[in-house]
């Protein structure tokens, strides 16, 4: 843990090297999700509801999921670039440390220009949360908390599936961007509204619904059962196959000799 | 002109290399078209009257839209051009008896063109083919057709000029990250990227509709699904042609003023 703050702090000073580049990064990053927001704003200035969803109450989601998304990106960045890492052979590097292959790639690389999208999460909130007529008890907050923390490591277990399917291709797969790209994209609206087939692959296979959707559903009263609170906790379970997967990849990696 | 048409022609043959990344690009294609559909039909069981297209005309726009988003997202970047400029490989380029201008817009056109036509085709072979409400439909008579085809080349062409600006403001900054990002956003956001023109409120719309962008995947994806149609459509093309030219006349200029100053440092 000691060794990762090091990490942290040292890609957090070369970052800040170039202040310029940076912050304009990071504002480019804001405004990519930004004009997203501008669109769904558009669609419900037109449409004013869509499956008895209003307008702030998707904020709380669209919020939730850019922000979960974002620290998970910030952080697992190492994930995301592994095609990179293991083409040019620096994975090889890592291998012959005496440190686990999983910590490694996660303090590789670490960008924190994804601060421009975390900052209008943090902004959307601001704006959802008193206005989302959600009245805020200690259990409302808590699965709001549940939904970010539990969703972040829900997208981190994506990015790792991601670089393990690596070892069997060695270029990146863009298919998997349906889900990390995608599940960002479209989490923007309670995953419902996809239709039932689409969100039950969401709850059972790829569990982007389970952070998203059902806790939505009990923050708007619409579920009073508890078990809508948790079910983000339930996710995390997607983290023990994804490191499996990974683990199974590494077991048969060649490495690319160069 | 016989040099341009074999630089198009390496370029072209270039970019078809990449079949297996096309594939993969293919599956995600499929998935985001069928997601985009799926959310505007649950808008439009909300309130059907409130759509401002058919909805079978947003089927086609949103499935034409990724058949040929290669040819129109403004965030493909040439990385060999950009690093022509920052590095001073320009210079070379300088001597060749060509117009450099002409060179790189030939380059970007036919990377573009490579890329779309190798995902278009099972892309729009798949959107024929899905159940119905998802079905793509074809433009209403053969002249909707040509239209679509003339404003395709006309957006196409749009689009590399306009960035071809971004390349030329390199001679300038040398930094292409941010403002680059910045720029790719708004003009994809305005050009209908992540919303169709018709679904912006009415006064953004009426500004947005002469901008430059319009002049990008609007138009064409507007007038294959027929929500732009008849005398719309040849107006639609006039105002494609003249953002066009002065689009080109601009980056021409632009272009000629950098490299009079260009210094190139030695190494």
């Known amino acids: 843990m000691q060794l990762y703050i090091k990490f942290f702090a040292m890609h957090l000073k070369s970052q800040m090297q170039y202040k310029l580049s940076f912050f304009l990064t990071a504002l480019g990053q804001f405004f990519a999700s930004f004009t997203v927001l501008l669109g769904v704003y558009f669609m419900f200035s037109r449409f004013h509801e869509v499956e008895g969803f209003q307008f702030e109450h998707v904020l709380l989601c669209f919020a939730a999921v850019l922000m979960a998304y974002s620290i998970a990106e910030m952080f697992g960045r190492g994930f995301d670039q592994f095609p990179q890492m293991l083409g040019n052979g620096e994975f090889d590097r890592a291998l012959v440390r005496p440190r686990s292959v999983i910590f490694q790639v996660l303090a590789a690389k670490m960008d924190f220009t994804r601060f421009g999208r975390l900052f209008q999460a943090i902004l959307v909130f601001c704006y959802a949360i008193p206005n989302s007529g959600v009245i805020w008890t200690w259990d409302k907050v808590l699965a709001l908390l549940l939904m970010v923390v539990c969703g972040s490591l829900i997208f981190f277990a994506l990015f790792i599936v991601y670089a393990g399917f690596t070892f069997f291709t060695v270029e990146g797969l863009e298919f998997m961007n349906i889900f990390t790209d995608g599940g960002r994209e479209f989490g923007r609206y309670p995953f419902s509204i996809y239709g039932k087939r689409i969100l039950k692959f969401l709850t059972f296979v790829v569990p982007l619904a389970l952070f998203q959707y059902y806790p939505l559903l009990y923050l708007l009263d619409r579920e009073k059962n508890m078990l809508y609170m948790f079910t983000p906790v339930i996710g995390l379970l997607f983290i023990i196959p994804s490191c499996a997967f990974f683990r199974i990849g590494l077991r048969k990696y060649k490495s690319t000799g160069s | ?267």
């Open chain 2, 1 to 267: 002109m016989k040099k341009y048409s074999a630089l198009f022609r390496i370029r072209f043959i270039n970019s078809l290399q990449y079949r297996a990344a096309a594939l993969a690009g293919l599956a995600t294609q499929f998935a985001w078209g069928f997601m985009e559909i799926s959310a505007f039909s649950a808008f439009y069981r909300a309130n059907p009257a409130a759509f401002p297209m058919e909805f079978s005309q947003t089927v086609s726009y949103i499935w034409m839209q990724q058949a040929f988003l290669t040819l129109f997202m403004m965030w493909f970047w040439e990385y060999d051009i950009a690093a022509s400029i920052i590095e001073g490989s320009i210079a070379y380029e300088m001597v060749r008896p060509l117009d450099i201008y002409n060179r790189w817009f030939c380059q970007i056109t036919a990377n573009r063109l490579a890329r779309a036509a190798l995902r278009c085709a099972p892309i729009l072979i798949f959107a024929f083919l899905v159940p119905e409400p998802y079905r793509m439909t074809l433009p209403p008579d053969a002249a909707q057709l040509f239209l679509f085809l003339l404003s395709v080349l006309l957006a196409l062409c749009v689009v590399v000029a306009f960035s071809m600006l971004m390349y030329i403001s390199l001679f300038y900054t040398l930094s292409p990250t941010g403002v680059r990002l910045f720029i790719a956003v708004i003009s994809d956001f305005f050009a209908g990227g992540i919303v169709p023109l018709p679904f912006f409120p009415a006064p953004v719309r009426a500004v947005a509709e002469w901008l430059p962008f319009a002049a990008m995947q609007n138009m064409p994806l507007r007038i294959y699904s027929g929500n732009i149609a008849g005398m719309d459509a040849f107006a639609g093309i006039g105002l494609q042609i003249f953002w066009l030219a002065a689009l080109l006349a601009v980056g021409r200029l632009m272009m000629s003023r950098a490299l009079k100053r260009v210094i190139v440092q030695g190494g």
